[in-house]
């Protein structure tokens, strides 16, 4: 994890679903992670707290580390990545999800697939996926912040019921 930019946020102690934001990026800071911030906020729109927010060069290794420390301290429910989903070289987040995850939710990123595919069709190209290691729930989204408002808004409805069956 020493290649990775972080921030801490104060988490409500009442806040439902424990959320860790994960921007895979080589260029971009803190300061102007614009698809991390919006994931953040819709988060935060659902009444959620983001505890933690990293930014992870694209690299395989650092990123599929980055998610097993994040589960291995067992403080989050759920870990939103936002990048490195695409077709170039240097997009290997699906690939580091899939060192870590020990089941597949395909129905997630399928559906966000499909319905942003009606009205943007780059939507067909992310390789994004999402699963399951532990009790945690790992989803990756586009690295745009117009893909990332899309595709949380096609997931958000089922996030609090996916959250609760692992944690039952």
């Given at each position: 994890?020493?290649?990775?930019?972080?921030?801490?946020?104060?988490?409500?102690?009442?806040?439902?679903?424990?959320?860790?934001?994960?921007?895979?990026?080589?260029?971009?800071?803190?300061?102007?992670?614009?698809?991390?911030?919006?994931?953040?906020?819709?988060?935060?729109?659902?009444?959620?707290?983001?505890?933690?927010?990293?930014?992870?060069?694209?690299?395989?290794?650092?990123?599929?580390?980055?998610?097993?420390v994040l589960v291995?301290?067992?403080?989050?429910?759920?870990?939103?990545?936002?990048?490195?989903?695409?077709?170039?070289?240097?997009?290997?987040?699906?690939?580091?999800?899939?060192?870590?995850?020990?089941?597949?939710?395909?129905?997630?990123?399928?559906?966000?697939?499909?319905?942003?595919?009606?009205?943007?069709?780059?939507?067909?190209?992310?390789?994004?996926?999402?699963?399951?290691?532990?009790?945690?729930?790992?989803?990756?989204?586009?690295?745009?912040?117009?893909?990332?408002?899309?595709?949380?808004?096609?997931?958000?409805?089922?996030?609090?019921?996916?959250?609760?069956?692992?944690?039952?």
């Amino acid at each position: 994890m020493s290649n990775s930019n972080s921030q801490s946020h104060e988490v409500p102690a009442d806040s439902s679903c424990r959320v860790a934001v994960v921007t895979i990026s080589d260029s971009r800071t803190p300061e102007d992670d614009e698809s991390g911030r919006v994931l953040t906020e819709l988060v935060e729109g659902m009444g959620w707290a983001v505890s933690e927010s990293f930014i992870v060069k694209d690299e395989r290794e650092l990123i599929a580390e980055m998610l097993r420390v994040l589960v291995q301290r067992g403080n989050v429910d759920l870990i939103l990545t936002t990048g490195g989903t695409g077709f170039s070289k240097r997009d290997v987040t699906p690939e580091a999800t899939k060192d870590v995850i020990e089941r597949e939710a395909p129905g997630l990123a399928e559906a966000m697939r499909a319905q942003t595919a009606a009205t943007t069709r780059f939507a067909m190209l992310s390789r994004g996926v999402a699963g399951i290691k532990g009790e945690v729930l790992i989803i990756n989204l586009p690295g745009s912040p117009k893909g990332v408002r899309d595709c949380f808004s096609v997931i958000a409805p089922t996030l609090t019921h996916a959250v609760e069956l692992l944690k039952a």
